[in-house]
């Protein structure tokens, strides 16, 4: 039974921060890609950020030098920090294994007011 849960959503004043959490069960965690997603109402779903088995991040221009991505095999779980939030990064932020995507979250509600 393979699960992904994401937290951390929530609303913040433009230039603000949040980090998001994806906790994992069911998969052989330390050897998957990894990877964060968004979808704003009326677009397409895009790749925000991922990060590999052996830790290379990879991120979308709009994102990079602003988003960190990261992951603890430990806690079987990947994170998003992101800073210096913009009203255009809102969005339904979901975590996700592999590309393309073969398991996903269910998603959590970033609100990034101006």
């Known amino acids: 039974q393979v699960q992904l849960v994401e937290s951390g959503g929530g609303l913040v004043q433009a230039g603000g921060s949040l980090r998001l959490s994806c906790a994992s069960s069911?998969?052989?965690?330390?050897?998957?890609?990894m990877g964060w997603y968004r979808q704003a109402p009326g677009k397409q779903r895009e790749l925000v950020a991922q990060i590999s088995s052996g830790h290379i991040e990879n991120y979308a221009a709009s994102v990079k030098g602003r988003f960190t991505i990261s992951r603890d095999n430990a806690k079987k779980t990947v994170y998003l920090q992101m800073n210096s939030l913009k009203p255009e990064d809102t969005a339904v932020y979901y975590c996700a294994t592999d590309t393309p995507p073969r398991y996903w979250g269910q998603g959590t509600q970033v609100t990034v007011s101006s």
């Open positions: 069911g998969i052989f965690f330390s050897a998957n890609l």
